[in-house]
């Protein structure tokens, strides 16, 4: 390959550094003593700013991880003979080496969802089994927002699969590693997700510019008194929480945190574009949020990944991810679409 290299990979958003803004706020707190486990005015300061986002007075907790995260939001909605509905490719069904299995004993119900996304009657053909003591009971649906397939729920879709989770008696988890490329994408606003009847998410940080840090917010802050306990006992209390809030508290000034998200997602669809007119390459679809997934070549996908290393999504279709962040620039762009070329031309 001759094509120069671009700066920024497109294998992940968790490959890319820390924002400025972020590297800054860490540096001004990094001043003095308080109180630890999130008894200082920092962690105080971004709880207030997650309740004006959401408009509401939602609970906050933070977290070290995602897994973590997600681990905490379903550990305070279920009971230990209780399953979570989830989709198939949902990162806490394929990426979290089984951790809620492990940890909280639940059975995942995993259902093939093409696109990353569910739909109330795959929910509604699972609840023959309520009522049966023979049967794991289903007692949460989790979702993603946007999802690992780089699509998005529409907010009456969420609505309507929410609505029928709840007509069960299920409590709703949203996985939101990525909320804020689904916020930047203009479907939703924070605070349309209490309509929509989410009862618990994962709210991203890392993807979107911090160092490390998620935050669980419950939407029914009365879920939150329980979990404090269970955060502890899952192994996700920060002693130093200053040093996550305040990471949360700088990508909401001045909605950074909308702007980092922006940036990914118009970044992927202007790869999308260019790629798209290169004979060799298929896009799934054209990319919703910071992520596009596309069909080509073996031999030109293995000379891209020694050059420029980015994760294959489904191998048996040839087909990879690339993932755009918010430190992706356009040179970037333009340099992987040559790269792209040059070696589909090497691959013909
Ligand atoms: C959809 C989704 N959820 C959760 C996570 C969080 O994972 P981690 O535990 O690596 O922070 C990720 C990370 O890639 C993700 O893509």
Same mark, same amino acid.
């Given at each position: 390959?001759?094509?120069?290299?671009? *700066?920024?990979?497109?294998? *992940?958003?968790?490959?890319?550094?820390?924002? #400025?803004?972020?590297?800054?706020?860490?540096?001004?707190?990094?001043?003095?003593?308080?109180?630890?486990?999130?008894?200082? #005015?920092?962690?105080?300061?971004?709880?207030?700013?997650?309740?004006? $986002?959401?408009?509401?007075?939602?609970?906050?907790?933070?977290?070290?991880?995602?897994?973590?995260?997600?681990?905490?939001?379903?550990?305070?909605?279920?009971?230990?003979?209780?399953?979570?509905?989830?989709?198939?490719?949902?990162?806490?069904?394929?990426?979290?080496?089984?951790?809620?299995? &492990?940890?909280?004993?639940?059975?995942?119900?995993?259902?093939?969802?093409?696109?990353?996304? $569910?739909?109330?009657?795959?929910?509604?053909?699972?609840?023959?089994?309520?009522?049966?003591?023979?049967?794991?009971?289903?007692?949460?649906? *989790?979702?993603? +927002?946007?999802?690992?397939?780089?699509?998005?729920?529409?907010?009456?879709?969420?609505?309507?699969?929410?609505?029928?989770?709840?007509?069960?008696?299920?409590?709703?988890?949203? %996985?939101?590693?990525?909320?804020?490329?689904?916020?930047?994408?203009?479907?939703?606003?924070?605070? %349309?997700?209490?309509?929509?009847?989410? %009862?618990?998410?994962?709210?991203?940080?890392?993807?979107?510019?911090?160092?490390?840090?998620?935050?669980?917010?419950?939407?029914? #802050?009365?879920?939150?008194? @329980?979990?404090?306990?269970?955060?502890?006992?899952?192994?996700?209390?920060?002693?130093?929480?200053?040093?996550?809030?305040? +990471?949360?508290?700088?990508?909401?000034?001045? %909605?950074? &945190?909308?702007?980092?998200?922006?940036?990914?997602?118009?970044?992927?669809?202007?790869?999308?574009?260019?790629?798209?007119?290169?004979?060799?390459?298929?896009?799934?679809?054209? #990319?919703?949020?910071?992520? $596009?997934?596309? @069909?080509?070549? @073996?031999?030109?996908?293995?000379?891209?990944?020694?050059?420029?290393?980015?994760?294959?999504?489904? +191998?048996?279709?040839?087909?990879?991810?690339?993932?755009?962040?918010?430190?992706?620039?356009?040179?970037?762009?333009?340099?992987?679409?040559?790269?792209?070329?040059?070696?589909?031309?090497?691959?013909?």
């Amino acid at each position: 390959m001759e094509s120069p290299e671009p *700066s920024h990979s497109f294998a *992940s958003d968790n490959n890319s550094g820390v924002h #400025p803004a972020v590297m800054e706020a860490l540096e001004r707190v990094n001043e003095g003593h308080v109180l630890a486990y999130g008894e200082d #005015p920092y962690t105080a300061t971004a709880i207030d700013a997650f309740r004006g $986002l959401f408009a509401a007075p939602v609970e906050v907790l933070f977290c070290w991880g995602g897994t973590g995260a997600n681990i905490v939001g379903l550990h305070s909605i279920l009971q230990s003979f209780q399953a979570v509905i989830c989709a198939a490719s949902s990162h806490i069904n394929v990426d979290e080496c089984g951790a809620a299995e &492990w940890m909280l004993g639940t059975k995942l119900i995993d259902l093939e969802a093409p696109h990353g996304k $569910l739909t109330p009657s795959q929910v509604e053909d699972q609840m023959y089994v309520l009522g049966d003591e023979h049967h794991v009971q289903p007692g949460a649906l *989790s979702v993603t +927002q946007s999802t690992e397939s780089g699509t998005l729920y529409t907010l009456d879709e969420l609505g309507e699969l929410a609505e029928m989770a709840h007509r069960f008696g299920l409590k709703v988890h949203l %996985d939101g590693a990525r909320l804020a490329n689904a916020c930047a994408a203009e479907v939703m606003r924070p605070e %349309d997700l209490l309509d929509a009847g989410i %009862d618990v998410l994962t709210f991203g940080g890392t993807k979107n510019g911090a160092m490390y840090g998620e935050a669980v917010v419950f939407l029914d #802050p009365s879920l939150a008194e @329980r979990a404090r306990f269970l955060r502890k006992q899952n192994a996700q209390l920060p002693s130093k929480m200053r040093y996550i809030a305040t +990471q949360f508290g700088a990508l909401f000034e001045n %909605d950074l &945190w909308l702007d980092n998200a922006r940036t990914a997602n118009t970044m992927a669809s202007r790869l999308g574009k260019a790629v798209a007119s290169l004979d060799g390459v298929v896009l799934a679809s054209p #990319p919703q949020v910071n992520a $596009l997934f596309a @069909r080509l070549d @073996r031999r030109a996908i293995d000379a891209l990944q020694s050059w420029s290393y980015f994760y294959d999504w489904d +191998q048996s279709r040839n087909e990879v991810r690339w993932m755009c962040s918010f430190d992706t620039t356009n040179q970037d762009i333009d340099r992987f679409v040559a790269g792209v070329a040059e070696a589909l031309a090497l691959a013909p």
